[in-house]
Nanobody
């Protein structure tokens, strides 16, 4: 499985960005797809995840982004997106798209449990 993330950029506080993740290699519908972010000097942190068909496609969010970010997927297009609204300076980080086929629900917030990673895309929120 290969992942290609895109859509990052520089925006002002309160603006929006939409990140995309194109997935190739193997069946997409059974993958849990997640987004993590990492700011300089900080550990990689969970942002959002959407489970595959085995998990009913349920969506999960970090408390810091719930209500502002929306994760979605289109299995036919083999893609996932992260719509980010009302961005704040503290959202500044490199955002990574990730996926795994065998995650259990209790593991989806742990970056160490994901097997497949994209290259990351920079999001900068600054006035």
């Amino acid at each position: 499985v290969q992942l290609q993330a895109s859509g990052g950029g520089l925006v002002q506080p309160g603006e929006s960005l939409r990140l995309s993740c194109v997935i190739s290699g193997g069946s997409v519908s059974t993958l849990t797809v997640g987004w993590f972010r990492q700011a300089p000097g900080k550990e990689r942190e969970f942002v959002a995840a959407i489970r595959g068909s085995g998990g009913g496609g349920s969506r999960h969010y970090a408390d810091s982004v719930r209500g502002r970010f929306t994760i979605s997927r289109d299995n036919a297009k083999k893609a996932a997106t992260l719509q980010m609204n009302s961005l704040k300076p503290e959202d500044t980080a490199v955002y990574y798209c990730t996926a795994d086929r065998h995650l259990i629900l209790s593991s989806i917030r742990d970056f160490r449990q994901y097997d497949y990673w994209g290259q990351g895309t920079q999001v900068t929120v600054s006035s």
